[in-house]
């Protein structure tokens, strides 16, 4: 019997661009509606279900319809049964059934996480998606088997769907293919119309091959005026890509907001005003270069770092805390830190090397030839980028001196 996902050794991620044709973009569109509705679904019952139990006095009618709710909420077939147009559009119980589960995900995640809210009305927008689990016959697993599987290294099959052309980095997987299993796959419509592929993935073996030891650690300061600095020196500037659309961003929103009153003005519906569309499109076409770029630098950057060193230390970030800071907002959230180091924990277990965060109080004023701490009047702000260590006369430069003491705490730690 073949193992379940969650008991595999290795888990990897895979994101792919879809080619659909046009009558696949129609079903496409049609389970991202259906999955979208499933959830509201839940969402609706639970919401009355809430309503009836506050009555006190057991009346029957209202007993009798809590029964009905808690029946229809466990019951996908149910569901079907009261709305005929799912089963019209192409909708497979799969969709419905992964709607079900997102939702119960999202109470769980509101119990363990209370900052994130309770699950409410999901609205319609121009990007979508929806998942569907990988089945497979007998014990037979691997990029080639299953209800979603490769046919070849720019093609697959999914489940309602038939084949579609994809692009991405799957290739290189194709070298293990009997041994990887696919799992969820999850269908995605972005602002702009495309469409993308995710799929998890699992094996027993790696999904790369642990690089050779370099004998080498670094510790990286990540600032606003350059995008990180290293123990050793080395300056990564920051691109700053944002910032660099900016303006022409800022225009096009403001005509996109014009286009929008306009069609209000007119009692017209947004998705049938055909200008307010166009430029829908062209706004989010910017944002999306923004973040392809962004999202490309950091892979290079990321990837350098830990294929290059053994031990890769880095400062805990609360981004969300630092984002309240509304002089820094804009740098904080173009340079996409979070991100990064999320980029890094996860390669790191890709490659066989090690990454570590540490706590970066006191790693910008101590000096880290004889571990002085800048105090009181001597407290260095952020308009000082140079300064000279009043005990021991060391001069240094702020953030190669903060980036070699967050190396310090890292190698203390092990």
């Known amino acids: ?48 279900l809430y309503a009836l139990r506050q009555v006190k006095i057991p009346i029957t009618i209202v007993q009798d319809r809590i029964e009905y709710l808690q029946r229809r909420k466990n019951n ?64 037979k697993i691997g990029l080639m088997e299953g209800s979603n599987r490769f046919i070849d290294k720019k093609h697959v099959v999914l489940s309602g769907l038939g084949k579609i ?80 659309i900016k303006g022409r961003l800022a225009k096009e929103q403001r005509i996109l907001a014009r286009r929008r009153l306009r069609a209000k003005k007119e009692h017209r519906a947004l998705r049938n005003a055909k200008n307010y569309q166009k430029q829908r499109v062209l706004v989010a076409n910017l944002q999306r270069i923004v973040a392809n770029r962004r999202n490309a630098f950091l892979h290079l950057v990321s990837t350098t770092l830990i294929k290059n060193h053994d031990l890769v230390v880095a400062e805990e970030l609360r981004s969300k805390n630092m ?21 890094l924990a996860y390669k790191a277990d890709l490659y066989g090397r090690q990454f570590v965060t540490v706590d970066p109080r006191n790693t910008t004023q101590t000096c880290s030839d004889c571990g002085f701490v800048m105090s009181g009047n001597q407290k260095l702000t952020l308009a000082d980028r140079e300064w000279t260590c009043p005990q021991c006369g060391a001069f240094h430069i702020r953030d190669h001196n903060a980036a070699k003491n967050i190396l310090a705490k890292g190698l203390a730690l092990n």
């Not at 309240?324 to 991100?339: P, Q, Y």
């Open 76 to 139: 996908t077939q149910m569901l079907f049964a009261i709305h005929p147009w799912l089963a019209g559009a192409g909708v497979g119980t799969d969709v419905i059934d992964q709607a079900r589960r997102a939702y119960q995900s999202a109470w769980r995640l509101f119990r363990q996480v209370h900052r994130s809210g309770v699950p409410v009305f999901h609205r319609k927008r121009a990007d979508g998606s929806y998942q569907l689990p990988t089945r497979y016959t007998k014990s």
């Open 323 to 343: 984002l309240r800071n509304h002089a820094l907002a804009m740098s904080i959230a173009d340079v996409g830190w979070r991100t990064f180091l999320s980029m």
């Open 165 to 244: 052309r994809v692009s991405g980095s799957q290739k290189r997987l194709f070298n293990d293919a009997e041994n990887i299993r696919v799992g969820t796959i999850t269908i995605r419509r972005d602002a702009t119309g495309q469409y993308f592929l995710s799929m998890q993935l699992g094996s027993d073996t790696p999904f790369a091959h642990a690089t050779k030891p370099v004998q080498s650690a670094v510790g990286i300061d990540l600032n606003t005026e350059n995008f990180l600095t290293d123990s050793n020196g080395i300056i990564v500037l920051n691109p700053r890509y944002y910032r660099a």
């Open 1 to 48: 019997m073949a193992k379940k996902m969650a008991d595999l050794n290795y888990h990897y991620g895979l994101k792919m661009r879809l080619f659909p044709s046009s009558a696949q973009k129609r079903v496409i569109d049609n389970n991202i509606n259906a999955s979208r509705f499933a959830y509201n679904e839940m969402v609706a019952i639970d919401k009355e």
